[in-house]
């Protein structure tokens, strides 16, 4: 096994470390072994190994373009002129569900 002699500091908001560290602490694995893991992975991987993009924006008003908010227009007067219409009590029960 290799000798560790390099140290790496870090500074971390407190929360975070106590959350970590109470995690790592149940899975019985010291700070620096799970440092080491991740400098392992990046090795290998040639990556960071967990994903780092932007949360995706929601769609509004101000991010459309005239021919976005059009288009979605004319596919709600459509679906309008079809019947294919729901009530709104039947639409927010929908979106009541998917938030919990």
Same mark, same amino acid.
């Given at each position: 096994?290799? $000798?560790k002699s390099a140290n790496v500091l870090a500074r971390v908001e407190p929360e975070v470390k106590e959350q970590a560290e109470s995690i790592m602490s149940k899975l019985g694995l010291p700070a620096s072994v799970v440092i080491n893991a991740l400098y392992k992975?990046?090795?290998? $991987?040639k990556s960071i190994p967990f994903s %780092?993009? %932007?949360p995706?924006?929601?769609? $509004?008003l101000d991010s459309m373009t $005239?021919?976005?908010f059009n288009s979605i227009m004319e596919k709600g007067l459509l679906q309008a002129k079809a019947d294919q219409s729901r009530p709104v009590t039947d639409v927010f029960a929908d979106l009541r569900r998917e938030i919990q």
């Open positions: 096994m290799a $000798t992975q990046i090795i290998m $991987t %780092l993009s %932007l995706k924006e929601p769609v $509004t $005239t021919e976005e």
